[in-house]
Antibody, heavy 115, light 108 residues
């Protein structure tokens, strides 16, 4: 059974940093692109970033370029999202998802950016 | 930046057919995917590559794509199908993914 478990969310002040993690199990992690998707309170889904199987290719939505970094550790079956220079508009539930053509989702972790 | 456009809401009576559209300039060459999200839950894939249905998804869910529009059809919609539905695809470069704005389906 595919499982994706996010962690690392919480309350952070504007301008601060946070690192999200996603622990994957139930499939061969190193064989899949992986993605991060977010959902602001009461709003729709927004694709944030994705990363190729070996980490050699990464893509970001324009609004996070230069502030967020996606990475992975295939030995640990883990996906990460380093978020710097956080803004109020980054407040959202962040989902880890399998694939660039997404087929499975985690349950999400809430990030709140507020003073 | 690339956009996918969905109607904000669709309403049908139980047993009727619900159709949710998604329009985007790159859809003639790029696949559409559809996700169902019920209140307080993570999204679930219901259609992939325009028209394929994952295992476990009821047969009443189907998808199609023609030109710049993809369509999710729920034949004989049930009350339990009430949810937000999102289409998902990529821009012409293939490097940037995007979701449609979402459609709230009401079945009552």
């Amino acid at each position: 059974e595919v499982q994706l478990v996010e962690s690392g969310g919480g309350l952070v002040q504007p301008g601060g940093s946070l690192r999200l993690s996603c622990a994957a199990s139930g499939f061969t992690f190193s064989s899949y692109w992986m993605s991060w998707v977010r959902q602001a309170p009461g709003k729709g889904l927004e694709w944030v970033a994705n990363i190729k199987q070996d980490g050699s290719e990464k893509h970001y939505v324009d609004s996070v370029k230069g502030r967020f970094t996606i990475s992975r550790d295939n030995a640990k079956n883990s996906l990460y999202l380093q978020m710097n220079s956080l803004r109020a508009e980054d407040t959202a539930v962040y989902y880890c998802a399998r694939g660039d053509d997404i087929d499975y989702w985690g349950q999400g972790t809430l990030v709140t950016v507020s003073s | 930046s690339y956009e996918l456009t969905q109607p904000p809401s669709v309403s049908v009576s139980p047993g009727q057919t619900a159709r949710i559209t998604c329009s985007g300039d790159a859809l003639p060459k790029k696949y559409a995917f559809w996700y169902q999200q019920k209140s307080g839950q993570a999204p679930v894939l219901v259609i992939y590559e325009d028209s394929k249905r994952p295992s476990g998804i009821p047969e009443r869910f189907s998808g199609s794509s023609s030109g710049t529009m993809a369509t999710l059809t729920i034949s004989g919609a049930q009350v339990e199908d009430e949810a937000d539905y999102y289409c998902y695809s990529t821009d012409s470069s293939g490097n940037h993914r995007v979701f449609g704005g979402g459609t709230k389906l009401t079945v009552l």
